[in-house]
């Protein structure tokens, strides 16, 4: 089985989306995903409401899952890691213990653009079009991803 882990900053916007739309493109006894933050700001909260309604408005429920903090633990655990952007790509990567784990790492748009470094901007301080776009972006990302697992 494969194991896929999508990270943002507190995970309760950008990531636990990617969470539940990749969820919803694959098999799940084939592909386990997962979602965390690099901070624990939100560690045992539900998404963003906004997050949370965009989801649903594409009939996805993701208001069951809980934000919990990256670890190195999570290295073993999984073998891809999406960062939504870069700060929280370095900050994943500053944990990593050696080429193997700094190898599962990569930023979530390079699926669509290669090598752009793109980063999934953070909705949380905007209004909802924030969250549509993010859901957008994350979408068509996910949908790449899919079709190589």
Do not use: W
Request: proline share 4%; hydrophobic share 35%.
């Amino acid at each position: 089985m494969q194991r896929v882990l999508m990270v943002c900053l507190g995970n309760i916007c950008r990531s636990p989306l990617a969470e539940g739309i990749l969820q919803s493109k694959v098999n799940p006894n084939d592909v386990f995903v997962d979602s965390a933050g690099t901070a624990a700001y939100h560690v045992g909260n539900k998404p963003d409401e906004r997050s949370i309604a965009v989801a649903a408005k594409y009939k996805l429920n993701i208001k069951n899952q809980s934000a919990r903090k990256f670890t190195v633990r999570d290295f073993d655990d999984f073998d891809l890691i999406y960062a939504m952007d870069e700060s929280n790509y370095h900050n994943i990567l500053s944990l990593a213990r050696n080429a193997n784990d700094e190898l599962k790492v990569s930023m979530i748009l390079n699926e669509i653009n290669p090598n752009s470094n793109q980063s999934v901007p953070d909705p949380y301080y905007g209004g909802n079009q924030g969250f549509e776009n993010v859901y957008q972006m994350l979408d068509e990302a996910c949908e790449i991803i899919s079709k190589k697992l």
